[in-house]
């Protein structure tokens, strides 16, 4: 199993790539930073038997005096070699009693 740090900051315009040692790449890219950071992605499988691609928007605020709410905005697809097709959206967090 590959374990690595990402350099991604919030940086505009900063990239990850990377092999896994089974063959999958990565590839990110940070593509806004303000107001919110937001992150583009695409994982491809070896041999290209399925594709991961889509983006994330980090969302965050405090949600009441106790309670933390966030959220990734962004749509994901995952794309399979045999034409299989899936789309989904992240679902909200919120984390309460935290005082």
């Known amino acids: 199993m590959a374990t690595f740090r990402s350099p991604l900051f919030p940086t505009l315009g900063e990239t990850l790539q990377h092999e896994f040692p ?12 303000r107001p919110n950071c937001i992150t583009a992605f695409h994982l491809e499988g070896k041999d290209k038997e399925f594709e991961i691609i889509g983006q994330s928007e980090y969302v965050g ?23 299989g097709y899936y789309t989904y959206n992240e679902p909200t967090l919120v984390i309460k009693s935290i005082v």
Do not use: H, M, R
């Open 22 to 33: 089974t063959g999958e790449k990565l590839y990110c890219e940070q593509i806004a930073y």
């Open 61 to 83: 605020f405090l949600n009441g005096p106790n309670s933390l709410k966030g959220w990734k905005n962004g749509k994901v697809e995952i794309k399979f070699k045999d034409g």
